[in-house]
């Protein structure tokens, strides 16, 4: 069974901090990788796209990825209220389809 | 921006009944999905569709469901005989080509609450 695994949250962090979201996942044959954002009530956003081991950064937001370790990260620098959101965390398997989290519900507080 | 639309934005429908959700994937994406997320729960493939015929199906998608791309531009998602766990809701998706790590972007959804 293809699992991707992440922390509920909800993860609270103060106003210009660093938010920091983790996820694992099961399937080694899984290439890419996904974060999406998804506010209450609507449809995933993509935040960022990752598919090389290491570090890519775009803006305010850093996707981490070590496929020795199964493992993605976001990093959110200063974030603000308006992050406030649930980020869901996405691996695309071999045909194509993508696995997501169950999501982390991020907080950030005025 | 161009962008994956879906209708209706939410339909109220009673048990039994039958189901038809719209979406107009991006024009030149060639990949399609349908996913459902179930309030409070992860977002769950239901099929994918390329060239005219699903590529693959979830355990969830079983005789009741049914997808179709009647012309050029809409895919459609049937349920034929709504159950109340199939309240949820549905996400059409598309994308270019995922085989060389084109994004997958998704609809607004359609909130479906059967009653």
């Known amino acids: 069974q293809k699992e991707v695994e992440q922390n509920s949250g909800p993860l609270s962090v103060p106003e210009g901090a660093i938010a920091s979201l983790n996820c694992t996942y099961s399937?080694?044959?899984?290439?890419?990788f996904f974060w999406y954002r998804q506010y209450s009530g609507k449809s995933p956003e993509l935040i960022m796209s990752i598919y090389s081991n290491g570090d890519k950064e775009d803006g305010r937001f850093t996707a981490q990825l070590n496929k020795a370790s199964q493992y993605v990260s976001l990093l959110i620098r200063d974030s603000q209220p308006s992050d406030s959101a649930t980020y869901l965390c996405?691996?695309?398997?071999?045909?194509?389809?993508?696995?997501f989290g169950s999501g982390t519900r991020l907080l950030v507080r005025p | 921006e161009p962008e994956v639309t879906q209708t209706p934005s939410h339909q109220v429908t009673q048990m039994g009944q039958e189901v038809i959700l719209r979406c107009v994937p991006i024009?030149?994406?060639?990949?399609f999905y349908w996913y459902r997320q179930i309030l409070g729960q992860k977002v769950e493939f239901l099929v994918s569709?390329?060239?005219?015929?699903?590529?693959?199906k979830s355990e969830i998608f079983d005789d009741q469901f049914s997808v179709e791309r009647p012309d050029g531009s809409n895919f459609t998602l049937k349920i034929r005989s709504t159950k109340l766990e199939d309240s949820a809701m549905y996400f059409c998706a598309s994308t270019e080509d995922p085989q060389i790590g084109n994004t997958i972007y998704f609809g607004e959804g359609s909130w479906l609450t059967v009653v």
């Open positions: 996405a691996a695309m398997d071999s045909s194509y389809k993508l696995i």
């Open positions: 399937d080694r044959g899984s290439q890419s």
């Open positions: 569709f390329y060239n005219n015929e699903i590529s693959e």
């Open positions: 024009s030149n994406h060639l990949y």
